[in-house]
DNA sequence: TTTTCTATGTAACATTTATCACGGTTTGTT
DNA sequence: AACAAACCGTGATAAATGTTACATAGAAAA
């Protein structure tokens, strides 16, 4: 779909040059997706790279026994230092990305995505921001999984939820909790118990509640 | 120090243009640091991207009990994204680097860094691999923490131990592993003991040979 | 309504990791 | 030699997490 420059204009205006906008706009594949959408598999070639304009796309690392590992969500003009890795090296995504939500993105192919490196000083910027971000949120990652408990990683997740959802009533099994944390439905089950208990969240089937 | 220009060329001729090479030989500055030299603590400015020569730097985290945690080494002709990253936003180092073993390397000036991306293509590409090389190895510590046990987790560290000193035996205390690994020394006592009687390396006073 | 499917609750038990409390050994220092 | 300091071994115990097994509850489908 042909993207509408004035709607670019007023999304990267103060980011990209106009001259990139016209570029986004021509060769730039604009595209909604559904939530639960997979956008990547793991041994899925990259070919593009999104800039998620609304909605968020979840990251996650997988295993080769298929459990899996929430890394980082991509929201409001994001883009992901992954996808540019891979296209740069023309290497096989290693994570799984989905759809948090109904999401709109951008998708650059490849080609321009290292073209306009050279070519506009404003997209050079973008992809080092862009790295920076993710490095941060690996960065966080480890120190959740190394130094904090199973609880507290909880807690922060579903605060994590809250802010996404903009509302603290979030509709989610504790199954999904447990896939995104790599443990099992019981242990979360337990632990929601608990925080329960102490008044921290109400549970309802498919529905937690953050107080 | 003043850096040889022929030096330069040996190592960084097929990667760096002359241009680069003379700037480098220039404004780089060149140093030899001990073993357990602290490049950086936590909190400390970067005003200054290593590139590695000969030796090897390791990189941190920590928090703020105290605890660290191994991220990756720095060898042969790497460098380091974190103070990249830290050197183009300024902000504060929050990792520890340490030389692990006497190392030379070419300190490079923040504001080159930043000049020197737009100037010479081949130093844009050396910084985008070295983020794609740090961004690996993080992932690479994610699916080691979330995904193995401490066993496991420590036999890789033992070979990588190894593969560093380009020796199957090595110097170090149990104590150092447990704090690469966030953990306690009583616990890799333990797991080094349980290695032992299956075989796989023989324990001495800072010493552990891997079979 | 009855049936079926999915999600949740929970006890019991196993395993892994952490912590505490020592005692012993090697190395270096006085 | 006597002492101190750093390093290692190990039992006992606790806490955290994982696993198994089954019960129940709620929603959806028939």
Same mark, same amino acid.
């Given at each position: 779909?042909?993207?509408?420059l004035k709607?670019?204009q007023e999304k990267?205006?103060?980011i990209f040059?106009?001259?990139?906008l016209k570029?986004l706009?021509q060769?730039g594949n604009?595209?909604?997706?559904e939530?639960?959408?997979?956008?990547?598999?793991?041994?899925?070639y990259?070919r593009?790279?999104?800039i998620i304009?609304?909605g968020?796309?979840?990251i996650l690392?997988n295993d080769?026994?298929g459990?899996?590992a929430l890394?980082?969500y991509l929201g409001?003009?994001?883009?992901?230092?992954?996808?540019?890795?891979?296209?740069?090296d023309r290497?096989?995504?290693?994570?799984t990305?989905i759809a948090e939500e109904?999401?709109?993105?951008i998708?650059v192919?490849v080609?321009?995505v290292?073209?306009?490196?050279?070519?506009?000083?404003?997209w050079?910027?973008?992809?080092? +921001? $862009?790295y920076q971000k993710?490095?941060?949120? *690996? &960065?966080n990652?480890i120190?959740d999984?190394?130094?904090? /408990? %199973?609880?507290?990683?909880?807690?922060?997740?579903?605060?994590?939820?809250?802010?996404q959802?903009?509302?603290?009533?979030f509709?989610?099994?504790?199954?999904?909790?447990?896939n995104?944390l +790599? $443990?099992?439905?019981?242990?979360?089950?337990r *632990? &929601?118990?608990?925080l329960?208990k102490l008044?921290?969240? /109400? %549970?309802?089937?498919?529905k937690?509640?953050?107080c």
């Open positions: 779909m042909q993207i509408d709607f670019l990267f205006g103060n040059e106009s001259e990139l570029e706009a060769t604009f595209m909604t997706i939530e639960g959408f997979v956008l990547m598999r793991p041994g899925g990259i593009s790279v999104p304009l609304q968020s796309i979840k690392r080769n026994e459990r899996e890394l980082y409001g003009m994001d883009s992901c230092a992954l996808s540019l890795t891979c296209c740069l290497k096989m995504s290693e994570i990305a109904k999401t709109t993105l998708s192919p080609e321009k290292e073209e306009w490196i050279t070519k506009y000083s404003s050079k910027h973008f992809v080092f +921001a $862009t993710r490095f941060e949120d *690996l &960065l990652v120190d999984v190394v130094f904090h /408990k %199973l609880d507290e990683r909880l807690i922060k997740l579903l605060q994590r939820k809250v802010k959802s903009g509302n603290n009533i509709n989610i099994t504790h199954e999904e909790l447990a995104e +790599a $443990t099992s439905r019981e242990v979360i089950s *632990l &929601l118990k608990q329960e008044g921290k969240v /109400k %549970l309802s089937r498919n937690i509640e953050l």
